[in-house]
């Protein structure tokens, strides 16, 4: 069954720091992507970055890079240079192409909480 | 700002109550999703439309029901609310249908939500 672990429940960082948050995924389907979204406390979900299972490259999108490693079903978030902005909670999330429920939901993993130290 | 707007951003209600939640998609999509956001649960998906046809269900409860109405506006109805109702719902939206190999790459774009309170 398709499934996201993010085993970090809350991170620190340095401001201007980099930080990567972990993401993992379980799928039986070979198509699938991987997104990745931002709660700050307002509360709003704010897409980031998309990766796809059959992409060759690992995405990037400014300050977010994402370190795909398709053997190990991780898509861990780097975030460069991280702003006091940046504080907020991160999810990963996976939609499969043929997924056994036939929808187009996205999974999401429990999120990691970032906080930016100035 | 995502392009999909959600009303109202709080609702306050008791038990036994009903409420409508409202969204509008960003401009040129189709699809419209929403989500329960709970503590003990998490991000929870609960039922899709696209261009006006209910495309998928999830864990959405029978007191619960949506539609998207022609001008691709979608509405959330929770009915006979329990205290355990009280949650952030999520609206999202995408160009696509979510069928087939593309919905891999159709990205959903979240509303601000409706923080709903049952008392």
């Known amino acids: 069954a398709q499934k996201i672990t993010q085993t970090q429940p809350g991170m620190f960082v340095q401001e201007k720091e980099a930080v990567t948050l972990d993401c993992t995924y379980d799928?039986?389907?070979?198509?699938?992507?991987l997104f990745w979204y931002k709660q700050p406390s307002s509360g709003e979900m704010i897409f980031l970055i998309y990766?796809?299972?059959?992409?060759?490259q690992n995405a990037t999108e400014g300050r977010y890079s994402l370190n795909f490693q398709k053997a190990r079903k991780s898509a861990n978030l780097v975030i460069s240079a991280s702003q006091l902005g940046d504080s907020a909670m991160y999810f990963c999330?996976?939609?499969?192409?043929?997924?056994?429920?036939?929808?187009?939901?996205?999974?999401f993993g429990q999120g990691t909480t970032l906080q930016v130290k100035p | 700002d995502s392009g999909v707007t959600q009303t109202p951003k709080h609702l306050i209600t008791a038990t036994g109550q009903r409420v409508t939640l409202r969204c509008s998609p960003r401009?040129?999509?189709?699809?419209v999703y929403w989500y329960q956001q709970s503590l003990d649960q998490g991000l929870q998906f609960l039922i899709q439309?696209?261009?006006?046809?209910?495309?998928a269900k999830g864990n959405i409860l029978e007191r619960f029901s949506a539609q998207q109405f022609p001008d691709l506006h979608s509405e959330l109805n929770l009915s006979s609310l329990e205290l355990g109702d009280s949650a952030l719902y999520f609206c999202?939206?995408?160009?696509?249908?979510?069928?087939?190999?593309?919905?891999?790459?159709?990205?959903?774009?979240f509303g601000p939500g409706t923080r709903l309170t049952v008392l």
């Open positions: 401009s040129g999509d189709l699809s």
């Open positions: 799928t039986s389907d070979p198509s699938y992507g």
């Open positions: 999330a996976m939609r499969e192409a043929h997924g056994s429920s036939n929808t187009g939901k996205l999974i």
């Open positions: 990766q796809g299972s059959y992409d060759q």
């Open positions: 439309y696209y261009n006006g046809e209910e495309r």
């Open positions: 999202a939206s995408s160009v696509g249908s979510g069928a087939g190999a593309a919905r891999v790459t159709d990205t959903q774009y």
